[in-house]
């Protein structure tokens, strides 16, 4: 399957937690397909943290529009009966802001659908069901093109239209079970006919081991890493809650977390700063922003467990990122964790929002290395077996070219 090209569309692309598309790209292009990049707009600087960033913005074009005459050249292409039959069937309020995203994503839409016509694309994914997809649908009722979307969370957190954004896409793939099932519910014959369930992956042959993992020795400082969105439903506070309770108990902790809040640093980072202070823990919890993909790699390769205390999470790269590292990985029964890990056997699951049944996870791991060993070693293997990045390039492949003939 050589010189197949298709647009490739990512909100805000590359953000921190971008890794995984990134590594799709490169699986797509192994494979002679060629994804052509597009996003909404440029992340904030705060939030461009990898090595291969600024290749990424490079190779992006960025839809973001106040062309007016980009809106008024596809205003009259538009689908208005379907457009306002959505409207027509969304409470006052949300109706509002649907047709006024579809005023804001209309430019976007014809700027993408002129930039597809000129590279001879005729198919759209966007990584989203957010406004990046009302761009694709938008592009395809006005200039005919093909789209499909993938689902990576509760639907609720994609904005209104959804029935409008979902009923032309040729497929739409889930990442979870859990999600999936929940679709015919809440969007009844606006669901495509087509819904390949597909997790999202890591590349298992770069989060990998260098050395043997050496478990935590009972009485020495126990090594936690955590990596997510500074925002308050990754409970990271829960974390810190859950080191204190240890300190307290006399077990020595220090917790390194991974990642920055949506505002690059003006938001919830400031009210974890304080946190840290108000729990005493200046000198055993440290904030490191946002960093690149071979920083997380080393220091997972560093620590002794890797916990992600989400109250809600709809999969979890960070946790198949540590588990292909062979580190012990904790997680919250929430969201479709438990698609990922079963707990006892290739990690630990412990209830959201509660810090004193983590403290007790992590430390049966500080005082169990025979428990640690056989938890790395089980992690590594699951997402080796279901969760290599590879397995989503060859889905879109799948998809799309049964689509139509490309």
């Not at 014809?110 to 001879?120: H, N, S, Y």
């Not at 004193?356 to 428990?371: C, G, I, R, S, W």
Request: glycine content about 8%; proline content about 6%.
């Amino acid at each position: 399957m050589t010189n197949k090209s298709f647009a490739y569309l990512v909100p805000q692309f590359p953000g921190q937690t971008h890794i995984f598309f990134w590594r799709e790209i490169a699986a797509l292009e192994a494979q002679g397909v060629t994804p052509v990049l597009y996003s909404t707009t440029v992340p904030p600087a705060g939030l461009i943290s990898h090595k291969w960033s600024n290749d990424a913005m490079a190779r992006t074009t960025y839809l973001a529009s106040r062309n007016l005459a980009f809106l008024l050249a596809i205003l009259p292409r538009l689908p208005w009966g379907l457009i306002l039959k959505e409207a027509r069937s969304l409470p006052k309020d949300e109706a509002k802001l649907f047709l006024k995203d579809v005023i804001i994503s209309a430019p976007a839409a014809e700027k993408l659908a002129r930039d597809c016509a000129r590279q001879g694309i005729s198919h759209i994914h966007a990584h989203s069901c957010g406004r990046a997809a009302l761009i694709a649908a938008l592009a395809h009722h006005a200039h005919g093109l093909s789209y499909s979307l993938t689902l990576h969370g509760p639907l609720q957190d994609y904005g209104v239209g959804q029935r409008f954004k979902w009923r032309g896409a040729a497929f739409v793939s889930v990442i979870t079970r859990a999600l999936r099932d929940q679709l015919p519910r809440q969007l009844g014959d606006a669901l495509p006919a087509r819904l390949p369930l597909q997790p999202m992956g890591v590349d298992t042959s770069a989060f990998c081991r260098d050395t043997p993992y050496v478990p935590p020795v009972p009485g020495e400082p126990l090594r936690v890493f955590s990596c997510g969105r500074l925002n308050v439903v990754k409970g990271h506070q829960d974390l810190m809650q859950a080191v204190r309770l240890m300190i307290d108990q006399g077990q020595s902790v220090h917790l390194e977390i991974a990642g920055e809040d949506d505002e690059g640093g003006g938001g919830f980072h400031k009210e974890l700063d304080q946190r840290i202070v108000d729990l005493g823990l200046e000198d055993h919890v440290t904030l490191l922003d946002a960093i690149s993909a071979e920083a997380v790699r080393d220091k997972l390769m560093s620590s002794h467990v890797f916990v992600l205390a989400s109250w809600s999470e709809p999969l979890g790269v960070a946790y198949m990122e540590a588990m292909s590292c062979e580190v012990p990985t904790i997680g919250t029964n929430a969201g479709g964790v438990p698609e990922l890990i079963t707990s006892g056997e290739d990690g630990i699951l412990v209830p959201p929002k509660d810090p004193e049944t983590l403290a007790a996870a992590l430390m049966q791991l500080a005082t169990n290395p025979d428990k640690a060993l056989s938890l790395a070693r089980t992690g590594r293997a699951r997402v080796v077996a279901d969760f290599d990045s590879s397995r989503g390039a060859d889905m879109l492949i799948r998809e799309i070219w049964q689509s139509q003939d490309l």
